[in-house]
């Protein structure tokens, strides 16, 4: 899996290859059956897949103080690409010189002149170009005239609604974790550095490893069970506190998980944490017992949720 400067000129030998264009921002259900179908084009003409991606999400350009709304990062999603087959993943860099383009200039400079696509393959309501002129109709005449395919994929529904990156995040705001679950196909992940904390966890027996939010959605603030994926692909079953940890000052937002019978040091490394079940709320507890005791309920619950949910 090759990660490409979708600005620059690909590789000779992933030249010629079927893109599958999109923001693929958590490779739900619906950015699956895009990718799928530009991979067995692909395969059927011999030809390399390239998945091609924005980054930073547009909506972050246009409107920067936007709360933070991401689902998965640029890494995550090469794996996610990967996975479902595809070559190589084309990263277009979204600032202001890329908003200005027309959509005709976005495809002859960038997918004609720098990917040299020989066929691309959208969901059927994807826009581009400046004011997002581009329509999949543009895309059709511009295929016409450059010589590539065009093929078209529709929404994708599920219990009855089309799955969307909004649903998925309405669902993670409302602590659902189940339906986010069926829509991404997987657990909603977040992948961070193990970060030193102030060590309290510790004390009361509960280490936790600590992970910032960064630019992730923010899930309901509260208690979930989890698991953790490790580096040398160890997976850890826990409970995870998410939230800014109302019993202690100051106030600070962070995922803290701990992982039952689990000893070692994570300082440092990347992990992911999956969100598999939601719990209950936060709250604040008076006394440092008090606060053991709901961890100590909290643990056994969480065990009890993962024991039905396979790894």
Request: aromatic residues 10%; glycine residues 12%; hydrophobic residues 45%.
């Amino acid at each position: 899996m090759q990660r490409l400067d979708g600005g620059a000129a690909v590789p000779d030998a992933l030249a010629g290859g079927i893109v599958a264009l999109g923001n693929f921002d958590g490779f739900h259900i619906g950015h699956q059956a895009v990718i799928g179908q530009a991979v067995g084009w692909a395969r059927r003409e011999g030809r390399p897949a390239i998945v091609a991606t924005f980054d930073p999400h547009p909506v972050r350009h246009f409107r920067p103080d936007a709360p933070p709304f991401r689902l998965t990062t640029l890494d995550q999603r090469e794996r996610l690409f990967a996975s479902a087959g595809a070559d190589a993943m084309a990263v277009f860099h979204f600032d202001a010189g890329l908003a200005a383009l027309t959509a005709e200039a976005f495809v002859s400079e960038r997918l004609v002149g720098a990917l040299h696509i020989a066929g691309v393959v959208t969901g059927s309501d994807f826009t581009f170009g400046n004011r997002k002129g581009g329509t999949v109709a543009t895309l059709a005449a511009a295929g016409q005239a450059y010589g590539f395919g065009v093929e078209t994929v529709g929404p994708v529904a599920f219990d009855g609604e089309v799955v969307s990156s909004t649903r998925i995040r309405d669902a993670l705001k409302a602590g659902d974790m189940a339906t986010a679950a069926k829509l991404l196909t997987r657990p909603f992940a977040i992948e961070g550095v193990v970060q030193h904390g102030d060590k309290i966890g510790r004390t009361i027996g509960y280490p936790t490893a600590n992970i910032d939010m960064g630019k992730y959605l923010r899930p309901a603030y509260g208690i979930y069970a989890v698991r953790g994926r490790l580096p040398d692909g160890r997976v850890l079953d826990g409970a995870a506190n998410l939230g800014i940890r109302p019993s202690f000052d100051p106030p600070r937002e962070m995922l803290e998980s701990y992982f039952f019978d689990f000893t070692g040091d994570l300082y440092g490394q990347t992990i992911a944490v999956e969100l598999v079940a939601y719990l209950r709320p936060e709250a604040k507890f008076d006394t440092l017992d008090a606060l053991t005791a709901q961890m100590d309920a909290d643990c056994a619950q969480a065990r009890r949720a993962l024991s039905a949910q396979h790894p």
